[in-house]
């Protein structure tokens, strides 16, 4: 199974930080890695997908990189409604397998 | 958009059929997935169905494999998950989705305890 590692588990930041959060594949995934986000009491939503396309919608100021192991999300300057937390996603092959969650405070 | 229903409470050793209803995309091409979240954890893949052009065949993690099974009806833009055998640590909110660019439902809840 492919094992997804993000980091920070957990991440305090303000209001117009900029904010970057890994992802790290235990194998070659190419460029299989969707990026989601999920708010208290809510259904995940799709944020990044292939890696580095913005899915329609979501703001400019996301934007994800990376291939092969090791992959990005950056925010560039976070609004108050970006809290949440984040989950990275391989669809390289099966089990698919999510990352352990980025919890994002104020 | 997608639907889930189904859901409720069941006792160790049970049953219980997920269904979920799509709409607003070409359901028949796309792969769906299942997915779950235990009450304060992370996402969980549970399984997958392809499409029928890409034979319909289906995949599950390790945990749930032999006791659950995923089918698909195209005729209906429906997905279902068979859950037998049903474990505590089933216990989860179940989503179905495409792990695209279709919007997720807001999911059903499982809970297995006697």
């Known amino acids: 199974d492919i094992q997804m590692t993000q980091s920070p588990s957990s991440l305090s930041a303000s209001v117009g930080d900029r904010v970057t959060i890994t992802c790290r594949a235990s194998q070659s995934i190419a460029t299989y890695l969707n990026w989601y986000w999920q708010k208290p009491g809510k259904p995940p939503k799709l944020l990044i997908y292939a890696a580095s396309s913005l899915q329609s919608g979501v703001p400019s100021r996301f934007s994800g990189s990376g291939s092969g192991t090791d992959f990005t999300l950056t925010i560039s300057r976070l609004q108050p409604e970006d809290f949440a937390t984040y989950y990275c996603?391989?669809?390289?092959?099966?089990?698919?397998?999510f990352g352990q969650g980025t919890r994002l405070e104020i | 958009q997608l639907v889930e229903s189904g859901g409720g409470l069941v006792k160790p050793g049970g049953s219980l059929r997920l269904s979920c209803a799509a709409s607003?995309?070409?359901?028949?091409?796309?792969?769906m997935s299942w997915v779950r979240q235990a009450p304060g954890k992370g996402l969980e893949w549970v399984g997958r169905v392809k499409s029928e052009n890409n034979g319909g065949t289906t995949d599950y993690a390790a945990p749930v494999k032999g006791r659950f099974t995923i089918s698909r009806d195209d005729s209906r833009n429906m997905v279902y998950l068979q859950m037998n055998s049903l474990k505590t640590e089933d216990t989860a909110l179940y989503y179905c989705?495409?792990?695209?660019?279709?919007?997720w439902g807001q999911g059903t809840l499982v809970t297995v305890s006697s």
């Open positions: 996603q391989q669809s390289y092959n099966t089990p698919i397998t």
């Open positions: 607003g995309f070409t359901f028949s091409n796309a792969w």
């Open positions: 989705t495409n792990l695209g660019k279709v919007p």
